[in-house]
């Protein structure tokens, strides 16, 4: 990864610039959680784990969480 990667702040994730119903909201969550994702994938497979089987798990683990919320007019449920 390049020094840029090296100095940013996967604990911090930007706010959104625009409500939920925005055009651009989705894509704009993509990039701020891409790092981070990729982050969390490189961490998990150097601590031994298979990188796709953890991508898998990540995304069972999202819908899981998501079928255990309630939803709310704040994220556009």
Same mark, same amino acid.
């Given at each position: 990864m390049g020094d840029a990667m090296n100095m940013m702040n996967f604990n911090v994730?930007?706010?959104p610039s625009g409500a939920a /119903?925005?055009?651009n909201y989705e894509a704009d969550l993509k990039v701020a959680l891409d790092a981070v994702l990729a982050d969390l994938l490189d961490r /998990?497979? =150097?601590a031994g784990w298979d990188r796709r089987k =953890? =991508?898998?798990t990540i995304m069972?683990? =999202?819908a899981?969480?998501?079928a255990d919320t309630k939803p709310s007019p704040e994220n556009g449920a």
């Amino acid at each position: 990864m390049g020094d840029a990667m090296n100095m940013m702040n996967f604990n911090v994730i930007p706010p959104p610039s625009g409500a939920a /119903t925005d055009l651009n909201y989705e894509a704009d969550l993509k990039v701020a959680l891409d790092a981070v994702l990729a982050d969390l994938l490189d961490r /998990t497979e =150097a601590a031994g784990w298979d990188r796709r089987k =953890a =991508a898998y798990t990540i995304m069972f683990l =999202a819908a899981r969480n998501l079928a255990d919320t309630k939803p709310s007019p704040e994220n556009g449920a």
